[in-house]
């Protein structure tokens, strides 16, 4: 199973083919809306590798940057217009008009030829192919989303019971990964969202340590939203629960990448260069107390002589050492290994 959303076709790559787990039977543009967060936004493969190579796109305008689906996608050029015209600019979070845009513009779902949608079904493709066209506008996303603080609160989406999704969820052999996906800092709103039936079992999962973006002053109605980005490995939580009406509820964190030990550079001690002089230190002693010869200090002017610069590379040196056993002159460099 790929991210939870329709099944794709023409895997690249290692990825697997991603499903989708989405809403039915919601026609309305306000139920619409609410479905965003009635998707399951994670993956057993990382959907990064689709987009791999995003970051090193250029930073353009959202007109240039969604340039490649003009003419695919309809009415494109209106809805960029209303983005531009509706979205939070001048923003407190520096963010420049068209990087508040491209956030306000994924946030209006409500029709298959949104953008949101458009996109949505791209990841789903599992095509890298697909996904290049996105490349710039998603690196327009991006960088408007950097400028955001991280969330602390649970970021939380539902859908109805599905079997498949359980197995994933509880499945210690499989790896987890969040998908770009939008979510609700509100479990309740999640539920209500969910109507159907009022008493059906559903499947609600909370992601924290996701380094989730609170969208909320740069989405449409500045509806509550908190967005993720993909690619977040996911640690399964032992605290998942049951409600009163047999609901499973999941809670996921984002791993956190493991600090990298400091490695030391092999130590290096004074080696004489001179042929059969055979003069070395041992070591053992503290650092940076390298034994074997004696440092010679000056400063280098024009009236240096022989005695003031490196035999070897015949640098004129403020710091040079003399051996101990030969007296020749050399430079740090020239004298460690």
């Given at each position: ?161 599905d079997k498949n999704l359980e197995k994933t969820l509880t499945s210690n052999s499989l790896k987890l990964y969040t998908c770009m996906s939008p979510c609700s800092p509100s479990v309740q709103q999640v539920k209500n969202d969910i109507h159907g039936q009022a008493n059906s079992k559903k499947i609600l999962v909370g992601y924290r340590s996701v380094n989730g973006k609170d969208v909320t002053s740069y989405t449409v109605n500045n509806q509550k939203e908190i967005m993720i980005w993909p690619g977040i490995k996911l640690n399964r ?101």
């Amino acid at each position: 199973m790929g991210c939870c959303c329709g099944k794709g076709n023409s895997a690249v790559g290692p990825l697997s083919n991603i499903k989708f787990t989405s809403l039915n039977g919601t026609n309305s543009n306000k139920n619409l809306e609410l479905s965003r967060f009635s998707k399951i936004g994670i993956s057993t493969t990382n959907p990064l590798l689709l987009i791999k190579g995003y970051k090193n796109k250029p930073l353009l305008p959202l007109e240039e940057a969604l340039k490649p689906f003009n003419g695919k996608i309809p009415h494109l050029d209106e809805q960029i217009k209303e983005a531009k015209s509706k979205c939070h600019y001048p923003s407190e979070h520096n963010l420049t008009h068209d990087e508040s845009a491209a956030i306000y513009l994924y946030s209006m779902g409500g029709n298959e030829n949104s953008v949101y949608n458009r996109l949505q079904k791209s990841w789903a493709s599992n095509s890298r192919t697909q996904m290049k066209p996105w490349f710039k506008y998603l690196k327009l996303l991006k960088t408007g989303l950097n400028k955001l603080s991280n969330v602390e609160v649970e970021a939380w989406q539902g859908t109805f019971y599905d079997k498949n999704l359980e197995k994933t969820l509880t499945s210690n052999s499989l790896k987890l990964y969040t998908c770009m996906s939008p979510c609700s800092p509100s479990v309740q709103q999640v539920k209500n969202d969910i109507h159907g039936q009022a008493n059906s079992k559903k499947i609600l999962v909370g992601y924290r340590s996701v380094n989730g973006k609170d969208v909320t002053s740069y989405t449409v109605n500045n509806q509550k939203e908190i967005m993720i980005w993909p690619g977040i490995k996911l640690n399964r939580s032992k605290e998942n629960e049951h409600d009163e009406h047999g609901s499973l509820i999941f809670h996921l964190t984002g791993r956190k990448n493991p600090r990298r030990k400091k490695v030391n550079q092999r130590e290096k001690h004074f080696v004489c260069p001179t042929v059969y002089c055979h003069n070395y230190c041992r070591g053992g002693h503290a650092l940076n107390h390298c034994y074997g010869f004696s440092h010679l200090s000056h400063q280098c002017s024009h009236h240096c002589g022989p005695i003031s610069k490196c035999f070897l590379c015949r640098k004129h040196l403020p710091n040079l050492r003399e051996c101990k056993q030969c007296h020749v002159v050399f430079c740090e460099e020239c004298s460690t290994q």
